[in-house]
């Protein structure tokens, strides 16, 4: 994994977990971002 993808699933895992962002990830999409990594 490069730095760039490092920095975007990065980016990505907090934008998701911010309390602010009532959206989120669903579970489903947690779990497969986290195989996908």
Do not use: C, H, R, V
């Not at 895992?13 to 996908?36: C, R, S």
């Amino acid at each position: 994994m490069s730095m760039w993808q490092f920095m975007a699933s990065l980016d990505g895992y907090i934008a998701a977990n911010t309390p602010e962002n009532d959206k989120g990830l669903t579970e489903k999409e947690k779990n497969e971002l986290f195989e996908w990594l």
